[in-house]
């Protein structure tokens, strides 16, 4: 065991593959272990590389195996898997993953903190909320339909449907498909209840963070995208240049159209573009303002109009 110096490891919920070599690259052990093994094995390892993918409950093993003195990297899913030799497993893929931690080139991702991967969590959690808030609205509105009663989009439609829900003497849904529908109306209140609570933490939290701060001073960054960007971004510094950065994200911002015109590189746009052709732009320019304010850590200036 004192020959390994890289160990290639893929997590999985119960059983882990290890596949670990020595400084010529040959291969000294090949194994399994359950969940309750892996510690006291890595304990017993001499300081090495450890590679793990860059997936569900990574975070937690690198910041574990990392308080064994070992170098634990993550590795994006996408880069390891051209890696995999032969037919993917998990022994494949612990080779493929042990050959590509040791890579010159390889990139990494940055291990987040407990706090950090708790602050990703609150934004899992709103986003859940919110998905099963949009679920039930579409199923009270499509239901209430079935008997002519409709009404307008957005939160104003909504408050109207429940009102007639709550009238007792509005009798044009009957039972027991009122009272069903009742009890959506009921979880929906408490999902905007719920929903208001964690944005009061998300704010509150993100008056903590550095990054919050200076984001929250950009045009268009809002509390929640602003929490979330410092949240999902643990060291922007790992991209070279913005585009970089804007190049792996995924997210395009909510933009209303009233707003959208304010901005003359906007106007500009829609007016010889298509809208979402637009929106893929405005989401690009964001992320680039933000990765410059998350990297030299300072607040949004606009900059001098040119004649």
């Not at 919920?13 to 040959?26: I, N, P, R, Y």
């Not at 408050?159 to 979880?187: C, H, S, V, W, Y």
Request: with cysteine; net charge positive.
């Amino acid at each position: 065991m004192n020959e390994i110096s890289t160990v290639g490891l893929d997590i999985g919920k119960k059983v882990f593959q290890v596949h670990g070599v020595d400084c010529s690259g040959a291969v000294v052990v090949r194994r399994e272990l359950r969940r309750r093994q892996l510690r006291a094995w890595f304990s017993r390892l001499p300081p090495c590389l450890v590679g793990l993918e860059a997936c569900a409950t990574a975070h937690y093993w690198a910041r574990e195996l990392s308080k064994l003195g070992h170098d634990v990297r993550l590795i994006p899913p996408a880069y390891a898997k051209a890696y995999v030799r032969r037919n993917k497993n998990d022994p494949a893929d612990a080779a493929a993953i042990c050959e590509a931690v040791g890579r010159p080139s390889m990139r990494f991702v940055a291990i987040k903190t407990e706090q950090q991967q708790a602050a990703v969590g609150i934004h899992r959690v709103r986003d859940l909320l919110m998905k099963q808030h949009t679920m039930l609205r579409n199923q009270l509105r499509g239901l209430m339909a079935e008997f002519g009663v409709v009404a307008a989009k957005g939160q104003r439609g909504l408050n109207e449907l429940l009102a007639i829900l709550a009238d007792p003497e509005d009798q044009r849904i009957p039972n027991p498909l009122r009272e069903g529908l009742t009890a959506i109306a009921e979880t929906l209140r408490g999902i905007d209840r719920k929903l208001a609570a964690i944005d009061r933490q998300i704010v509150a939290a993100g008056r903590q963070n550095a990054a919050y701060r200076h984001l929250i001073t950009a045009p268009g960054y809002g509390p929640i995208l602003s929490s979330a960007m410092a949240a999902f971004v643990t060291d922007p510094a790992v991209f070279r240049r913005a585009s970089d950065f804007a190049a792996s994200l995924g997210i395009v911002p909510r933009q209303e159209g009233k707003r959208a015109k304010q901005d003359p590189w906007l106007a500009k746009l829609l007016a010889t573009k298509p809208r979402k052709l637009v929106a893929v732009a405005l989401a690009n320019k964001m992320a680039r303002i933000g990765w410059a304010l998350m990297t030299r850590q300072q607040d949004y200036r606009n900059m001098p109009a040119t004649t």
